[in-house]
């Protein structure tokens, strides 16, 4: 195909991942394009996590992914250690369920950001500054947070940092884990308007939630997930409107909806 | 009209260090009434929650229980409210002894206060078959249950002893939403079958339709406005009710 016209960023294709003998996700194939948000759903335990951990080379206590993983059309399964470490932060970034339980609690927020972006590009500290400094207006954060330890954060303030820790080297693509899960519902609808924006700015996302309404409000398709498996993929209307599948029904309507409610 | 108040919080002020977190809170509940509490994080919600069970002590106002002031009750005056005045917490596995099945955690209020053992064994079976957990639960360990089944296992032990008050702090927030909106139907159940009254703390106001007969809102440190929970929902007043309901309507 040629690859001038092929927007294809990441292609996964019969991936399954082992823990020992035990099968954690089945034959799950997908395929993320420039500029698209995909939303992998599913109840705790459905194995969403797991996917989103093989694509990026972390799975943990000898986990082992088998099928296809494709990068800009390379196997992400057959690289290097090194290979790996230089696409994840700076082409592949992640957002975790409390991204600041992910700083390193004594030492400043700014930092530790400036660390991660040194370890990929050879950019002086006024650059990475101004890179900052633009996304904490964009985020609604004050400048003081920079230099602010994470204790200090309150959850949202936290996963902004997150969010900006994850955009600041402009990757291609955002992969997020529950990114709003351990916020109050003010704030996680803040944070979505944020990765809304930053798909209007190109950026490709997958996105992990076991909440549908954030799905619907974010996405561009939606993969389904149970106990490991695909129950169903399409497009946000087909999931939403016409789903295929008991499972997503009941996923759909276990939402709380207060224009339901009120009704 | 609201029934007559099991539980009446007056001008209740609370502060951390120098930073005030309940400021003047005057909020009562009816027998069987359920009451919404909703805001954002770092409102004061769960601080109001702690101050009226007398987890912590408050600054300021008093707190009474049944017609009776428990402001300065003592501590072990305090353990006879609380066969009447049970909670429910956001994290069911940290609220278990991680040490203990689950059936002698479910026990153990009935145990302290004179109930047979024999009985208490077989009141844990009754409780967990009527929240929907088989009766060989009862010899699980807290890590060896999901969020929702401990969730379950919490609720079980909080209405044990048939208390006239719960206080549910956040109790589905670390819920899945299928496991979340069968908690909330379990929940809606039980108060109605025992007539109990409830305190149901949350930054979820979508939740409340299911389950509160009226809804106070808290911004700040302070109830910023209260009435019944379609009211509220279908007439905001308050900034701070607007943009819960906002938020909540993501979809």
Known sequence: ?263 | MMNEPILSLSHIKKKYSSHLVLDDVSIDIGIGECVGLVGKSGCGKSTLMSVATRMIPCDGGSISFRGEDITHASRSAMMAYYANMQMIFQQPIDSFDPRRAIGDSIMEPMICRGVPRAESKARVIELLMRVGLPEDYAERYPHEVSGGECQRAAIARAIAMKPMLLFCDEITSALDATVQKEIIILMRELIHENHMASLFVTHDIALLPGIADCVAVMAKGRIVERGTTSDVIAHPKSDAAKELIDAADLW
């Open chain 1, 1 to 263: 195909m040629n690859k001038a016209i092929d927007k294809t960023i990441i292609d996964v294709k019969n991936l399954s991942v082992y823990y020992g003998n035990c099968r954690v996700a089945h034959d799950i194939s997908f395929t993320l394009r420039e500029g698209e948000t995909l939303a992998i759903v599913g109840e705790s335990g459905s194995g969403k996590s797991t996917v989103l951990k093989a694509m990026m080379g972390l799975l943990d206590n000898g986990g082992r992914a088998e099928g296809s993983i494709k990068f800009h059309g390379d196997e992400v399964l057959n690289m290097t250690h090194d290979e790996l470490k230089k696409i994840r932060g700076d082409k592949i970034a992640m957002i975790f369920q409390n991204a600041a339980a992910s700083f390193c609690p004594i030492r400043k927020i700014g930092e530790q950001i400036a660390e991660g972006i040194k370890a990929h590009r050879n950019l002086d500290d006024s650059e990475i500054r101004s890179r900052a400094d633009e996304l904490m207006g964009i985020l609604s954060l004050d400048e003081s947070t920079w230099d602010a330890y994470p204790f200090r954060l309150s959850g949202g303030m936290g996963q902004r940092m997150g969010i900006l820790s994850a955009m600041v080297l402009r990757p291609s693509v955002l992969l997020c884990d529950e990114p709003t899960s351990a916020l109050d519902s003010v704030t996680q609808k803040a944070v979505a308007s944020l990765l809304v924006r930053a798909k209007g700015i190109g950026t490709s996302l997958i996105v992990i939630t076991h909440n549908m309404g954030l799905a619907h409000y974010i996405a561009d398709n939606v993969l389904v997930m149970n106990k490991g498996e695909m129950v169903e993929i399409g497009s946000r209307d087909e999931i939403f409107g016409s789903p295929r599948e008991q499972y997503t029904r009941r996923l759909i309507d276990a939402v709380p909806r207060l224009c339901k409610a009120c009704a």
